[in-house]
Structures are given as C-alpha cells and as structure tokens.
C-alpha cells in the first residue's frame, strides 16, 4: 500500500536549522511530484515548496523563499525539506503529499497521497 513518512521535525531555536525527510513506498515515486505544506495551529493548511519529476523544478512559497530548499532523490524514494534561518510564525507541521503529475499545483485537492505530518516548532 501507498505509504509517505515524514520524519525530522523537532523543536529548535530562531535562526537554527532543521531538515525534513519523507520516504515513500507504494507507487513510482520517480514519475510524481512531490510537495511540503504546512499547517499551524488555527490556520488552514498551506502549500511550502513543490519538485516536480520533470527535470526537478523547484517551487516555493514566498514566505519560505531563500531559506527553505526542497530536494529528491529518487534512488531512496524520499523527498528533503532543509530549512534554514527558521522563524517562530514557521512553527507548524509539515506534510508531504504526492501528486501524480509533472507539474506542480497548491491545491491540496490536486494531490493523491499524504502523509501524516511531522511538528515543526520554532521557540527559544
């Protein structure tokens, strides 16, 4: 069955670093694009940073531009999120999704897979 684990969240200070994994399993990883979003408390969940599996285009949400980058590695089916310079309005948890498509979308409707999300928290 179709499976995405996120993993690497945590607590860490302002300005410090983290870097998100999700590995997936059950479908071609190769031929999907894979995307972050985010949710944090009381707020509607939100598109990060997309990669489509046409020539790994990046995608990003402006409030995450220059500080986030999202990598693949098809080998290991996994999906990265490596952020950098983090921020308290950050704090949230982080899914991965899949979505059968060489183009990226922001909807969460366009997507097929999730996974069940890892907690971000930014706090000193």
């Known amino acids: 069955q179709v499976q995405l684990v996120e993993s690497g969240g945590g607590l860490v200070q302002p300005g410090g670093s983290l870097r998100l994994s999700c590995a997936a399993s059950g479908f071609t990883f190769s031929r999907y694009t894979m995307s972050w979003f985010r949710q944090a408390p009381g707020k509607e969940r939100e598109f990060v940073a997309s990669?489509?599996?046409?020539?790994?285009?990046?995608y990003y949400a402006d409030s995450v531009k220059g500080r986030f980058t999202i990598s693949r590695d098809n080998a290991k089916n996994t999906v990265y999120l490596q952020m950098d310079s983090l921020k308290p309005e950050d704090t949230a948890v982080y899914y991965c999704a899949a979505r059968d498509s060489p183009s990226r979308s922001f909807e969460l409707k366009e997507y097929d897979y999730w996974g069940q999300g890892t907690q971000v928290t930014v706090s000193s």
């Open positions: 990669i489509t599996w046409i020539a790994s285009r990046t």
